[in-house]
Structure formats: structure tokens, C-alpha cells
């Protein structure tokens, strides 16, 4: 299998090449040429595996330049019952009849973003080793990202990882999660500043060419192809779990900000699973629902994007998405790099009345958004009627999933962090604290290793010239 940039400019390659790669070259993200078909037999042999089959199976038709050996080997030391908290991995609740959680937060950040970010951590290891080459993660976050990578590339041979984020401005929790972290690989910096300060100076050190190829800087963002063809696999994991036969319709309401989380959902119904719908669920900020229900793609500035209560779908535009325009455009380069055109000099492109947009029918995809106020609701409504306790982005998820809910089509809602990460959400809706999950009881007590530095890339990058791999 081979990897194309949506914008037609780059050479295809294979897996491995692309795995330790961002952007193409050309500015646009990696696809495969084609999507794997799994015809009735393929998916009727799916059912009944393990998590780890089932990611073994899916991956290998993906990563097939990876020894189906090496990588079973590293499949098997990520989806494991001591990382994940159970056998099932992504344990499924009923909350009643045709209404499911699937929870996807189970991973040691308590985010969904574990499950790709963990087996990365093991692929990226294995590549480097392999290419005997070395890696400087250096990434900006504001809370969940930046946690999920460090945990996943802790203690790895061969990559250091530089995590800038805003001082005192996460939660406790949130600080404490990444901060108590002793491994002398990860170098936690706390930039006096916002998370757009945070993000202005990665983006400056990603922008100087000659020191990010003097000092191997990658990054573990949303748009890695691994990380999406990882989240793939829960998809065919829920929907076993709530059927009994492979013809039956499933739909998936997901929390969406960089649609990389949803956008595997598209990956697995062009794969053959019998997918309904997927809906979008986003909240204030909302421009995946503008674009659904009009049509229009318009990018959010800065100052435009709201600090909400479910920080982590706090975007202004969303990364992943240029993948999914692909394929609304029949996968031609040349239609795709005109609208990204469009988009960099106008910030916004409009789809509505044309061929392309009528293809979103065809894509199963719906949308919808919630506010904080929906959320305090939702999560009020689902601890008092099914004594589930829920974080708000999987609020959100849920509200806008049972807008689009259908009468004898199971509907899966994706619970993507624990309600432990945002206490005082909860507290404000229930009028009590989140129970911490076993492990993290005295997480805020615990020793910290942090430096505290300016919003200043070059005193950064000096931090990084004499700590790099
Ligand atoms: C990252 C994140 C999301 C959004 O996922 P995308 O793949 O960016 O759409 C939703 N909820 C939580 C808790 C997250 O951490």
C-alpha cells in the first residue's frame, strides 16, 4: 500500500516512510491510494477477535511494509489489560435498550487519545531503532495532547520529547498528569504565557528548516496517518459489540475537534463496516457543524476560538478534515489544492449547491453542537437516569448523538476522557467530585520536574540544542 498527499505533490511511499512524517511536503496530508475492502468473509472473520486481533488484522492491511511478525509484536505490547485497565480495552456500557458507550478512556492519560498515541510510541521506537535515527518530539498542548504523548513516548529509546504549555493556566490535574512524569526523556517547559504563545513558538521552531533538520524535530500531531489508522479499530470493536450479525446498522456520535477521531469512523465504513451515521458532535466552537449543515468551511481566528468546558474540541480549524474533502471531491488533487487555496487567502470555501456537497448524504455523516449548558444537562441526565457518571466532551457527544437518533439502529456514543480530568464541570453540574480512577488518588502530590521559561523560541530552542536526542 502506498501513501499520496491529498494535494498531489509528493511522492507515494510506503508506511514506514510517512510514519514519522506531518504534513507531505506539498502541505497536505498522507492518505492511502485506496481503502482496503473487507468483503463478507473478511468481516465475518473479524468478529469474536481480541482487541489485539482485531488491531493486528486492520493495521497489517495498512502498515504492510512493517514484518507482520514485528508488528503483532508491537500490536500485542500496546493493547494490553496492565495499559488499558481491562481485557476489553474499550469496554462497552448500556446505558438502555440501543443507547451504548463505547469508553475509549481507559488509557494512563485517561483521554481517548491513548489508544493511537500509545502503539505510536511503540512504532516510533521501532522505526528509529530500526533507521538507527533519533527524534526530538516538540509539541505545544493545553492539556489532553500533551499528557497522551508523554505517556506514550516515555522511557523510549532514541526520542526526547519538548511539551510546551501555558503556566498555571490547566487544571491542577492536568499540570500534575504531565508535570509528575521523572523519565529523562521528557522535558516538561511551562512558558509564561497563553497556549497560542505555546503554539506561536513550536510553530517558529518547526519553521526554521535548518535547526529542525540539524535537530530532528517531529511531532505527534492529529494528522499522523498511524494515529488515525489506529483509532480505526474501536470502530469494528463497537460495533460487534452491539450486534449480532454483520448486515445490522450501528451509528457513532462522536466529540469532535481535529476530526481525527470521526474521520476513522469514515475510514472504517469505506473499509465495508456497516456504518449508519456518523455524527459530529462539536460545541461552541462549531465549525465542523457549519460545514455540515451548509456547507461552508470557514476557519476560526484566534480570537474567535471560545475557552469552553470542553477544552479539547477548543479548535479554529480542524486538522484531519482535508482528508475527508478529499474524498467528497471524487480524491482529485487538483480540486482539493484549489480549495485550500481558497481557504489560505479567504479563510473560507463554500460547498452548498454543488455535486460535492450532495456527496455528504452518500458519507453517512450528520452534525450538531452543544453548549455548556447542554452539557451540565446531559451529564445531570445520564447520572440520574443510568448513574453513569460522564466528562463534558463526551456530553457533548451524546447530546448531539440522540438529535440524530434512530428508531432500531443502535446508536454507540464515544466516551473520550474521564470525567476525573474536569472536576469542576462536574462539580458544577452534580454538586460533587468525580471519583479518581486507581492510581491517581495523590496525583497533584507527587514531585514535579518542570522549568519555568519565558515566551521566547530562542531561549527554547537553546533549552532543546542542549538536551536534543
Ligand atoms: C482530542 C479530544 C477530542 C477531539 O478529537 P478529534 O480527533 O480532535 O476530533 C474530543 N474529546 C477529548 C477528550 C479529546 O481529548
Redesign the pocket.
Known sequence: MLYASTRGGAKPQPFTDILLEGLAPDGGLFLPQEFPRLGAAGLAAMRGMSYAQLAFAILSKFADDVPPGDLKRLVDATYTKEIFGSEDITPLKKLEQGLYLLGLANGPSL???DIALQLLGNLFEYALEKHARRLNVVGATSG??GSSAEYALRGKKNVQVFMLSPYGRMSAFQAAQMYSLQDANIFNIAVRGVFDDCQDIVKAISGDFAFKARHRIGAVN?INWARVAAQVVYYFTGYFAVTKSNGDPVSFAV????????YAGHVARSMGLPVRKLIVATNENDVLDEFFRTGRYRVRGAAEVKATS?P??DISKSS?FERYAYDLVGRDPKILKALWTLLEREGAFDLAGTEYFRGVAGTGFVSGSSTHADRLTTIRRVWKDYGVMI?P?TADGIKVGLEHREQGVPLVCME??QPAKFAETIREALGRDPARPAGFEDLEKLPQRVEVMGADAATIKRHIERHAA
Do not use: E, Q
Not at 466529540?255 to 470521526?262: E, H, K, L, R, V
Open positions: 483521554a481517548f487519545k489532553d495532547t492529529s466529540p469532535s475537534g481535529n476530526f481525527g477521531n470521526i470542553s479539547s474540541m484531519n466528562d466532551h473520550t476522557a
